[in-house]
């Protein structure tokens, strides 16, 4: 996710893109600019850092002009430096564009601009857009608006976009695909445009939210004007603004990590796109292209993380033995760090971070590499130093996770290491063509049937609500749902610092199940598949000890609803994608009990986002 903001109006435009790029840093903040109708033309600044370093770059320089827009990054393609940060601009430098989203098609519009002799400079996605638009204007002799248009229609993707021209002072053109766009109406002819409401909020309350493929012209003489995805002008429809911009930043949420918990559908289905090509019935991963016959090859993969990350590789371990036929070890980084382990050349090593700086995680990274192992790296944080250090790897693309309690990233990560293991068992063949397809339309489903787990809520809050004084808490789960146990109790005691413990649920048996009583809540994943008769017996052993069961199943399930004290029911699915839906009612469990129980949700006390100390 990036941040984008554009203002057309008789103020200087500087303070108020600057100001709005501020709210608008929880969205993204590797990298930050600005371009500027001045008196000599385009004025565009841009630089690495956040917008504070933008700020300080700016400093002394003359920044006049009432038309602007500006940009804070969230890198996807390109790592954050000066060259890649936005506004990217036409080789002439009369053109200047930001843009929030992923442009899938991006590599073969590069190359045939290239062929027409444009130049490239930065690594990113984006840069393609502005110089297609020029080629467009310059061969089709078309307005800007319709140049946007044009060009829009060869792009495959998600985007928001604002362009400046200085053939066209004092207008800005808009455009949104997935990608938000907001656009706000101020007093005596100011217009403003941000990714969402929060910078605009302060100078007005009057606001119009663009639609996929609407443009939008905004300038000096007209004011604004809003095309359909038929080119047809329309009449935009304005709401008075009632939210405050505190919760705007949370997207209307109480916390962060709800919000991101709801954003999963989005996240999930950014993790795979441009990955997951239905038509052609294939995944693509182009960080790791240059490694998969490696990979293919691989005799052991070893996956090293920490805390969550290190759960998703636990699911990870399931998927590349069931799909890829190799062997797999999931080691934690703390530990695998200084036991002295036997690593070889042969050996791949996934490392799993999300902020891409936790400390023990790189130095298993230093420690494998330096034994000769190739290590793959799945972040989600761009040019962060776990995804410099590898040699390949595959962004997430969940977008900032802020909430500490990670959420949007787990899943996030599981579906990348389902891409992974899907691919590679295809490429050796170990999956047939028929079995491969009707995974990829299963995994496809996936973003939708998460969306109606979170229509779960109120009841899930309902739970939460009886057991919020628990002391203690068990989570079971068997083959893949074992790994969810494990995040579904790291959840909850580290943001209601209730204790829990996740347990593979026939090891039950062998100690915990001396801990079971009227007062110990059990969360059991039970939905239909391999494992169901054995988890519903240690549903019943549960039972005949009192305990109260919480069982997450297939929607439809008769036979827990009769025995266990709640049931949360999730869409069926194959048991490999039983982890990306069933945490979602746990993450929402653990959310509101610590909600009840006044805890700090976004910021649990002694924990911090990113570990970067042993
Ligand atoms: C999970 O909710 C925690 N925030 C923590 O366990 C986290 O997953 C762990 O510190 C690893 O962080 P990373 O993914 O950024 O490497």
Not at 16 to 34: M, P, T
Not at 231 to 256: C, D, M, V, W
Request: aromatic share 6%.
């Amino acid at each position: 996710m990036c941040g984008i903001v554009g203002y057309v109006g008789k103020k200087d435009a500087y303070p108020i893109l600057i100001n709005g790029l501020k709210r608008l840093e929880y969205r993204g903040y590797d990298s930050a600019g600005v371009a500027i109708w001045g008196p000599d033309g385009l004025n565009v600044q841009k630089c690495k850092g956040r917008v504070s370093d933008l700020e300080a770059h700016v400093s002394g320089r003359s920044m006049a002009g009432t038309t602007g827009i500006g940009h804070t990054r969230w890198a996807t393609h390109g790592e954050p430096n000066d060259v890649n940060a936005h506004p990217h601009v036409s080789n002439k430098g009369d053109l200047a564009l930001i843009h929030n989203g992923i442009i899938e098609n991006y590599a073969p519009l590069k190359e045939e601009l290239m062929s027409r002799g444009h130049v490239f400079y930065s690594d990113t996605d984006t840069e393609v857009l502005v110089h297609l638009i020029d080629d467009i204007q310059r061969t089709e002799g078309t307005d800007l608006a319709e140049s946007v248009r044009l060009a829009l229609g060869n792009v495959v993707g998600a985007y928001a976009i604002v362009v400046m021209d200085e053939k066209y002072p004092d207008m800005l053109v808009a455009a949104r695909k997935s990608s938000p766009l907001v656009i706000g109406i101020g007093e005596d002819g100011d217009h403003f445009l941000a990714s969402d409401a929060t910078p605009i909020v302060e100078h007005t309350r009057n606001v119009v939210y663009m639609e996929d493929g609407e443009i939008a012209i905004i300038d000096r003489e007209h004011g604004l004007r809003v095309r359909n995805i038929k080119n047809q002008e329309t009449r935009p429809s304005i709401q008075a603004l009632e939210i405050q911009l505190e919760a705007l930043e949370k997207g209307g949420y109480e916390h962060f990590m709800l919000k991101e918990i709801y954003e999963q559908p989005r996240s999930i289905r950014d993790s795979m796109r441009g990955r997951l090509n239905l038509a052609q019935s294939d995944i693509v991963l182009g960080g790791i292209k240059d490694h998969e016959q490696r990979i293919v090859n691989a005799k052991r993969i070893l996956i090293v993380a920490c805390g969550t990350s290190w759960h998703a590789g636990m699911v990870g371990e399931y998927l590349f033995e069931e799909y890829a036929r190799i062997p797999v070890e999931v080691e934690y980084a703390s530990e695998f760090r200084y036991r002295n382990p036997v690593i070889t050349e042969d050996d791949i090593v996934i490392a799993i971070s999300q902020s891409g700086e936790t400390a023990d995680t790189l130095a298993a990274i230093e420690l494998a590499k330096g034994r000769g192992a190739t290590i793959i790296g799945i972040c989600n944080v761009v040019g962060s130093s776990i995804a410099r250090m590898t040699h390949a790897g595959s962004y997430t693309h969940a977008g900032p996770e802020i909430g500490v309690a990670s959420t949007k990233a787990f899943t996030a990560q599981v579906t990348l290491l389902t891409l992974m293991a899907l691919m590679i068992g295809r490429r050796k063949g170990t999956i047939d063509g028929a079995k491969f397809q009707q995974l990829l339309l299963e995994l496809d489903s996936i973003p939708a049937k998460v969306e109606k787990v979170l229509k779960t809520e109120a009841q899930v809050k309902y739970i939460a609500g009886i057991y919020k004084d628990a002391r203690n808490a068990l989570y079971l789960g068997r083959g893949y749902s074992f790994p969810v146990a494990l995040e579904g109790a790291l959840k909850l005691k580290e943001i209601s610092y209730i204790h829990a413990e996740g347990y593979p649920a026939a090891e039950m048996k062998h100690g915990p199940i001396a801990l079971i009583d009227e007062e110990m809540p059990v969360f059991v994943i039970a939905t239909q598949g391999a494992s169901y008769e054995k988890v519903v017996s240690n549903i019943q052993e549960v039972k005949a000890r009192k305990g109260k069961v919480i069982a997450i199943v297939t929607e439809g399930d008769t036979i827990v609803k009769e025995i266990a004290d709640h049931t949360i029911e999730i869409p069926a699915s194959p048991d490999a994608f039983v982890p990306l839906l069933a945490v979602v009612p746990l993450q929402l469990l653990s959310y509101h009990v610590a909600v009840m129980r006044g805890c700090n949700v976004d910021q649990p006390r002694n924990l911090a986002k990113s570990v970067t100390v042993e």
